[in-house]
């Protein structure tokens, strides 16, 4: 990631995430945060957000942390509910 705590890269470092994908998704989290700002692409980044969360369940899932993957499930519902709601702003 663009700065990350070495307990951060240790986690996305047993997936055998490499440097240049961990520096996409940090890119793409601040995309995506960026997006929701504005009414025009608020869809666009929070699907973004619930696209990255998707990807670290399917990690969590496919090294059978279970317990992992079902804290980040109120994550991904976050972005949907925003979503259901609408542009809040």
Known sequence: MLKA???EVTLFAK???SK????ILA???LAGGLLIIFP???LAGNVIN???ILFIIGFH??????KAAAMEIPFLLIPL????????F
């Open 5 to 7: 705590k070495p307990e």
């Open 15 to 17: 997936w055998n995430l």
């Open 20 to 23: 240049a994908t961990l520096n």
């Open 27 to 29: 890119w793409l989290t």
């Open 40 to 42: 025009e692409t608020f």
């Open 50 to 52: 619930a696209a990255l």
């Open 61 to 66: 899932l496919k090294y059978k942390e279970n």
């Open 81 to 88: 509910v925003m979503i259901y709601i609408g542009y809040p």
